[in-house]
């Protein structure tokens, strides 16, 4: 319902931009309220020309301003539809204000080259297209040559004439350089003259050489030249790498001998050195500097080898003369202290005629023998023949002198007791011979000490001797065994009385008990001996003396241990609770004369009986202070025993008192 409403001004639509550009949001209308608050909605026209609402219901302030986004994608009128009252009963229209849409500029981006790729160090040129003004990220001027050092892709955005923007991109690809890197064969580089290098490229796809050098393939270069190969990667970008080839020149090789004529004696050292390199292989197996034996005459080369690894040749020939003949016939063996003659001629009887000796105590012929005519000591020696070309023969002699066996001897033993045996044993030769009429090996008693002599003679006839003294030493004697009874009672002690003498003091008792369970042995000279049960033990005894003689065993001597009288005790207080286990029991002190307890029995102070043991052994005794199960009274007690024992004595009646501590 249209009606008049009271406005001093009437609300205007307009907006912040004068042309609109599709998808531009900050384009908005703008409605201002100047002398009246109202409440309005926003309205665009369709195309049949009727209006229709596009907000919800508003309301504005005076003098304020409500802002509205308008729908860019087409052109359209909009007006807004108001009322002083909510409910719009009656209602007015503001001006109509139409919004003109503007389509965004298609933006285009190329490159130059229009691949986009380059190789680094190259330029590049961004162009836009589509616009009437451009502006490119990564401060690049449109249509400008540049020198990107990355791969980037560029933003271009375009602006057309009516102020709408739009943006394309380009990528530019910067591709590094390949890293050529040249190598040779040999790798060094190093190459002696008249032989072949060949040179490669690597870390690109293709290769060109200076010096007319085709990549891979061998060449033989004269003089020491630095090459430059350029090369080119799938990208078409290039680099540069260089090799030089150093041509070295042969060494002058020279051979050289010791001794420098080459001439030597078959057995000989020789020794070959080159000269001009700075190592040498000889032929035949020489090492050079190294001495050698060359059995026959022979030419030897040797290639020498310089610091460049170049090689040259050289020979030399070493002419190899033959060795005397020399024969050796071993000399007769004599028994020290005789002597032999090597220089006699018997010794070298076979030999080449002429030959001038010389005797030496080394296979080497350079320990001269000075007493060759009188050796002295057995052992191989050295008799050297020289013939007229200097070339010498050495042989080894065998000067046998045969020592004196080293006669020595075994005894059973150093030393007897008077009527022991021992045999002697002759070591060291073959054959042997006792004085005294002992046979070698075999069981004798001397009755007194006696020196025996040995001879002996080895497989060579060679004889020496050695003797020994065997002494006898007498035997000890004894005493028989007394005592003062021959009885004794458990727990007691019985000293026996014995004594020795003759032989070599000090003496060692050895006493025999027929059975220690019974009575025991405390010493060796006059013993104690100690009842331990009732029971019999024989005694003997007999001593070694200071020379290990022994004695002969006394008779036995026979003792009976018979029972002592019991010992029954209890003590005069216990303490049940005491911590220590052994304290909390009342139990019984005895001997071994104690068998049997008939009865123990403990009564408390009123003659009540809380404590009873029939027919046990005595360490069955143990009270904990209890009476059916309940702790006593600290209070004194009454005991009474009947006890029985060993042998005549059959039972003892025994009683007493005691605390029971808390």
Aim: hydrophobic share 35%; glycine share 8%; with cysteine.
């Amino acid at each position: 319902m249209l009606a008049n409403m009271s406005f001093a001004s009437a609300p205007v639509v307009s907006s912040n931009k004068s042309t609109f550009c599709q998808g531009d949001f900050t384009a908005k209308l703008s409605l201002y309220s100047l002398d009246q608050a109202f409440f309005y909605y926003w309205q665009k026209q369709l195309p049949d020309l009727s209006w229709q609402d596009i907000s919800s219901q508003q309301y504005i302030a005076i003098g304020a301003t409500d802002l509205y986004s308008p729908d860019l994608s087409n052109t359209l009128n909009y007006r807004v539809r108001y009322s002083l009252d909510i409910s719009m009963s009656t209602e007015s229209f503001s001006n109509s204000y139409m919004v003109t849409v503007n389509s965004l500029p298609t933006i285009t981006a190329t490159s130059t080259p229009a691949s986009g790729a380059i190789c680094i160090g190259s330029n590049a040129t961004l162009a836009g297209a589509g616009a009437t003004s451009y502006t490119w990220s990564g401060g690049v001027t449109n249509g400008t040559a540049f020198a990107p050092t990355t791969t980037t892709t560029y933003t271009v955005t375009g602006t057309d004439a009516n102020g709408c923007v739009n943006t394309a991109t380009k990528s530019i690809i910067v591709n590094a350089l390949p890293t050529v890197t040249a190598t040779s064969t040999p790798a060094s580089g190093a190459i002696c003259i008249g032989s072949n290098a060949t040179l490669a490229g690597a870390g690109a796809t293709s290769y060109t050489w200076t010096g007319g050098v085709t990549n891979g393939t061998a060449f033989a270069p004269t003089t020491t030249t630095t090459y430059t190969v350029t090369g080119t990667d799938a990208n078409g970008c290039v680099n540069t790498a260089t090799k030089s080839i150093t041509v070295n020149s042969l060494p002058t090789v020279t051979a050289t001998s010791t001794p420098t004529n080459g001439t030597i004696c078959v057995g000989a050292n020789a020794t070959l050195n080159g000269v001009g390199a700075t190592s040498y292989i000889w032929s035949g197996g020489v090492t050079n500097g190294s001495a050698f034996a060359p059995t026959t005459t022979t030419t030897y080369t040797v290639t020498g080898t310089d610091a460049n690894g170049c090689v040259n040749t050289a020979t030399k020939s070493i002419t190899v003369n033959s060795l005397p003949n020399l024969t050796i016939n071993n000399p007769t063996a004599v028994c020290s202290p005789n002597t032999i003659d090597l220089t006699t001629t018997a010794v070298t009887t076979g030999s080449t005629a002429s030959l001038v000796y010389g005797y030496f105590a080394d296979a080497a012929a350079t320990a001269v023998l000075g007493t060759a005519s009188a050796i002295t000591t057995s052992g191989t020696y050295y008799i050297k023949g020289t013939d007229g070309n200097s070339c010498s023969s050495i042989s080894p002699v065998v000067a046998t002198i045969n020592p004196l066996p080293n006669v020595t001897f075994v005894a059973t033993k150093s030393k007897i007791c008077l009527g022991e045996s021992l045999s002697l044993a002759g070591a060291g030769a073959s054959t042997y011979s006792w004085t005294g009429g002992i046979t070698n090996g075999t069981l004798f008693a001397p009755t007194i000490t006696t020196t025996y002599t040995l001879t002996g003679t080895d497989i060579n006839g060679c004889v020496n001797i050695a003797s020994v003294t065997i002494p006898v030493n007498p035997l000890p004697t004894i005493t028989q065994i007394t005592s003062s009874t021959n009885q004794l009672m458990v727990g007691s002690d019985l000293t026996l009385n014995n004594s020795a003498s003759n032989g070599l003091p000090p003496y060692s008792y050895i006493w025999n008990n027929s059975d220690p369970t019974v009575a025991g042995i405390n010493g060796f000279l006059n013993p104690t001996l100690t009842g331990i049960k009732v029971g019999f033990v024989d005694l003997k005894y007999y001593v070694i003396d200071g020379n290990g003689c022994r004695s002969l065993t006394s008779n036995l001597f026979n003792v009976e241990i018979i029972p002592a009288l019991m010992k029954f005790e209890i003590p005069n207080a216990f303490i049940p609770t005491d911590m220590y286990m052994d304290n909390k029991f009342l139990k019984a002190a005895y001997n071994s004369s104690v068998k049997r307890v008939n009865y123990f029995r403990v009564f408390n102070r009123m003659g009540k009986l809380v404590y009873e043991i029939q027919n046990a052994d005595p360490s069955a005794i143990k009270w904990d202070g209890t009476y059916n199960n309940v702790m006593q009274e600290s209070d004194g007690y009454m005991w009474i025993a009947e006890i029985t024992g060993l042998g005549e004595v059959t039972f003892e009646r025994k009683s007493g008192q005691f605390l029971l501590l808390k």
